[in-house]
Nanobody
Framework: QVQLVESGGGLVQAGGSLRLSCAASGRTFSRNAMGWFRQAPGKEREFVAVISWSGSSPAYANSVKGRFTISRDGARNTVYLQMNSLKPEDTAVYYC?????????????????WGQGTQVTVSS
């Protein structure tokens, strides 16, 4: 059974940093794109970042470009999201997701497996 478990969320002041991790188990995703999405209260889930199966070609939402960095560790079957210069508008539940393709996009329909989410709260 595939499981994605996110960790690293929490409460941080504006301008601070957090590093999210998502560990996958039950299957090796060495040939799959992995991504991060987020959902703020009262809003739809939105794309944050994606990284290809090889770790190349990261892509980001415009709202986080230059502040967030996605990376992966194939040996640990884990994807990370380093979040710097956090803003109150980054407050959301962050979800990791895995696609069945080498390269992923911003459409949540492209992703098959999802974690339960981790809360990130940025205070002003």
């Amino acid at each position: 059974q595939v499981q994605l478990v996110e960790s690293g969320g929490g409460l941080v002041q504006a301008g601070g940093s957090l590093r999210l991790s998502c560990a996958a188990s039950g299957r090796t995703f060495s040939r799959n794109a992995m991504g991060w999405f987020r959902q703020a209260p009262g809003k739809e889930r939105e794309f944050v970042a994606v990284i290809s199966w090889s770790g190349s070609s990261p892509a980001y939402a415009n709202s986080v470009k230059g502040r967030f960095t996605i990376s992966r560790d194939g040996a640990r079957n884990t994807v990370y999201l380093q979040m710097n210069s956090l803003k109150p508008e980054d407050t959301a539940v962050y979800y990791c997701a895995v696609a069945e393709t080498y390269f992923g996009g911003s459409n949540s329909d492209d992703y098959r497996y999802w974690g339960q989410g981790t809360q990130v709260t940025v205070s002003s």
